[in-house]
């Protein structure tokens, strides 16, 4: 599972173009991948659930694909606690990930270079390069943001919930070390991967289902300490959004 280079993350950004998400280059979540309780761990796996797990983050394109994944975290760890932990978190915060430069949405030049950005749930961090939903409730532009990010994010569940119907290993507990199980899960993302690779057609979201037992939500406790620039960047996806230039019909919650 190379990381992406540039050209590639382009490739990626105009599919979730046509899923009228522009600048996006994935949808991000984890999930717990339920383990017996590893000798002398203490709490370090055990979850919000009552059971021990390994965490699965992981970055999907629009195609349902794994792009990047970091398997391992203890399962007591929240999503933005493994993502600031992982690889992919510290490559993020280098700038080492090969992100394309900045770039102005379709039809809104006017709002100058727009980073290019990943979606994610309540429980990440608002960042430059970080989009996460306006909380409480909402209207105008922040109701529309956030339904056309919970859009596109949904694909990330998508793919979890076809990991979990593909390989019935995650429908029990996984008797094996936290090692073993890390390479399990690996595995199982990669041969995802090869058996969708040469669909060329971009799926709508389908409805989610609830993974298996052995594969569990997250929850969502994420702090959210974002900069300035960070809160600029989703007020001006806010705006495009809104606009003539980027406003879809279905954005109110009605397709």
Not at 68 to 78: C, H, I, P, Q, T
Not at 99 to 120: Q, W
Not at 183 to 203: E, G, H, Y
Request: charged share 20%; hydrophobic share 40%.
């Amino acid at each position: 599972m190379p990381v992406p280079d540039a050209a590639e993350w382009r490739r990626i950004a105009a599919d979730f173009n046509n899923l009228a998400f522009p600048n996006c280059l994935g949808a991000m979540d984890g999930k717990h991948v339920v383990i017996e309780a590893p000798p002398r761990s203490g709490s370090l796996y055990y979850n919000y659930k009552g059971t021990f797990s390994i965490v699965l983050l992981a970055v999907v394109d629009a195609k349902y694909r794994f792009r990047l994944v970091d398997v391992g975290a203890y399962g007591k760890n929240s999503d933005g606690g493994t993502l600031a932990a992982s690889a992919f978190g510290a490559a993020l915060r280098r700038g080492s990930l090969d992100i394309p430069e900045d770039s102005p949405l379709p039809g809104a030049e006017h709002l100058g270079a727009m980073p290019f950005v990943f979606v994610a749930d309540e429980a990440f961090p608002l960042r430059k390069n970080i989009m996460r939903p306006y909380p409480g409730h909402t209207a105008g532009e922040k109701r529309a943001f956030n339904f056309r990010l919970s859009h596109v994010r949904r694909i990330v569940e998508c793919a979890f919930g076809i990991l979990a119907t593909q390989w019935r290993v995650y429908r029990r507990v996984l008797c094996v070390s936290p090692e073993v199980a890390e390479s399990i899960v690996k595995a199982t993302c990669i041969l995802q991967n090869f058996m969708r690779w040469d669909n060329d057609t971009i799926p709508r979201p389908a409805p989610i289902a609830e993974p298996s037992f052995g594969l569990l939500s997250t929850p969502r406790l994420g702090s959210n300490n974002a900069t300035r620039d960070a809160v600029a960047v989703r007020e001006a996806f806010a705006a495009y959004f809104s606009s003539p230039a980027g406003r879809v019909h279905w954005q109110e919650g009605r397709y």
